[in-house]
């Protein structure tokens, strides 16, 4: 089946823009996380949902950054006026229930200049 | 604050040889600790330890996890170029609204040469 799809693969931004990223989870997954991946180190937890509710938001890094999921399903994390270190790929995760395993997507690739 | 600590943070290997990587980790509420492999692209689930001292296998890769030790390995044998990437491990949070929430080491960065 369809594993985890994320949208664009690439962003570049000017610095302060706002852009949205996109995340379509494996269907029937409850759980869906995000990560930001700076390079070379592993992801940093973000953000996560069961279904339509943000249950944790104790790794968005500023109030730049906003995640929502309002029917369960897909979600976007938008991160407004981005700053250079913003730049980062960010990761999307999925899973059935909270003590399963995550399944990631391709990630998007941000870059902001 | 969750850590977790991987090593080596890169390694360099022939073709045939045999790798261990490590991973120690502390973290609240521990539930498991998953090891995943990523390429140019996402990151592949390999396997989810929730029991210490039980070998998980698939293929030419192994893992276990030392509860007590608040560690885990991964090996994998007769290594193939196929292997190089980077393997991260993650302990996963079970505590209230932090529920389901990874932390991950460094990575270890594999590289294997014909």
């Known amino acids: 089946g369809a594993g985890v799809s994320q949208s664009p693969r690439y962003k570049v931004a000017k610095r302060g823009q706002d852009v949205a990223l996109r995340c379509d989870p494996i269907?029937?997954?409850?759980?869906l996380f995000w990560y930001q991946q700076a390079l070379g180190q592993g992801p940093e937890f973000l953000t996560y949902?069961?279904?339509?509710?943000?249950?944790?938001k104790s790794g968005l890094p500023s109030d730049r950054f906003f995640a929502e999921r309002p029917e369960g399903s897909v979600s976007t994390l938008k991160i407004q006026r981005t700053q250079q270190e913003d730049s980062a790929v960010y990761l999307c995760?999925?899973?059935?229930?909270?003590?399963?395993?995550?399944?990631f997507g391709p990630g998007t690739r941000l870059t902001v200049t | 604050e969750d850590k977790v600590v991987q090593s080596p943070l890169s390694l360099v290997v022939h073709e045939g040889d045999t790798v261990t990587l490590n991973c120690s980790y502390e973290?609240?509420?521990?539930?498991?600790l998953l090891w995943y492999k990523q390429e140019k692209k996402a990151p592949t689930f390999l396997f989810m330890l929730?029991?210490?001292?039980i070998e998980k296998k698939s293929g030419r890769l192994s893992s276990i996890l030392d509860k007590k030790e608040l560690s885990s390995i991964l090996n994998i044998t007769a290594t193939q170029t196929g292997d190089s990437a980077i393997y991260l491990c993650?302990?996963?949070?079970?505590?209230?609204?932090?529920?389901?929430?990874?932390?991950f080491g460094q990575g270890t960065i594999l590289t294997v040469h014909p």
């Open positions: 993650a302990g996963h949070n079970a505590g209230g609204t932090s529920y389901g929430k990874l932390t």
């Open positions: 973290v609240t509420n521990f539930r498991s």
């Open positions: 269907s029937g997954h409850v759980s």
């Open positions: 949902f069961q279904n339509e509710a943000q249950l944790d």
């Open positions: 929730t029991s210490s001292g």
């Open positions: 995760a999925s899973s059935p229930g909270p003590s399963y395993e995550q399944y």
